[in-house]
């Protein structure tokens, strides 16, 4: 990018998070601080194909650290995977002059980032998703607000499964990663927890732990799913079949996406758009914004899709620890 950058787009995209609107401010008020003006792109890749946009001033973004959701709106866009509603979006960029786009979302988005970089148009991505699922960096906005939202509903179930010894089987979000489940699980000490990384022993990694729990002297019992592992109805079916109590079941759902985002979710979205409207100043696009051990790195978009997160094992093994019926008892 050799051009003195005037104007920049900023969407939010795929499914929303906590502290989105926190990393929108941050880029409007960058980029007005670095003379560059901002326009809002509402309805993520599907609004830039329509044209769907919105004047940002410092004002505009005022009032919107505390608040979830995204006042930018967000979707999946289908017409955005073809090559004709790209071109559309290209026409868009042309028409409002933007010489970027800052894109915030998870890796659908950075996929759909990639592609429109392709055709000449730079972008940013600032990372933004509940499930922490984003290879190309340690965090991802919005999973310290769905964690803790999460953490909350459980500590109130566990308070009612108490009192009338129960068996509880609640299902968290997470369709293709556990990193939620497994925060989650660990934090509020579950009987058992399964994820999408680790489905094959459901009588090693559930049956046993309740068992186990049980033989221990317990008489209630939490068991945190991650959508991706199984729904929570199938596995408290199969904890009935097999110990012949009926577990209640609470699938969480769009409660962990919502909310006032937490301290870390919203300063960590301030740096995180600070620092992709800098990018854009510095005279570098085409790259993702992320963290690695609380510093932020800038990782070119195409290395950047490449790259893969692993459920970490040691936590994972920390959280067995913890359990009762699992070989690491008898060690
Ligand atoms: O990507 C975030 C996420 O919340 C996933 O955990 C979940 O599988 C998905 O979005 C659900 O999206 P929606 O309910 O919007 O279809």
Redesign the pocket.
Known sequence: MEKKVRRIGVLTS??DAPGMNAAVRAVVRTAIANGIECIGIRRGWQGLIGCDFVRMTRESVGHLLSRGGTVLYTARSEEFMTPEGRQKAVNTCKMLGLDGIVAIG?DGTFRGALELSRLGVPVVGVPA???NDVGCTNYTIGFDSACNTAIECIDKIRDTMQSHERCSVVEV???NAGFLALYVGTAVGATAVLVPEHVESFEENVIERIRGAKLAGYTHFMVVVA?GAGNAADVGQKIQDALGIKPTITVIG?IQ?GGTPTGRDRETATRMGYYAVQAFVEGRGNCIIGTQEGSIVEIPIEEALTRQKHLQMERYKIMEYMQFGGSHEYQ
């Open positions: 795929g499914g998870g998703t509940i499930d979000m997470g369709r959508e769009h996406r």
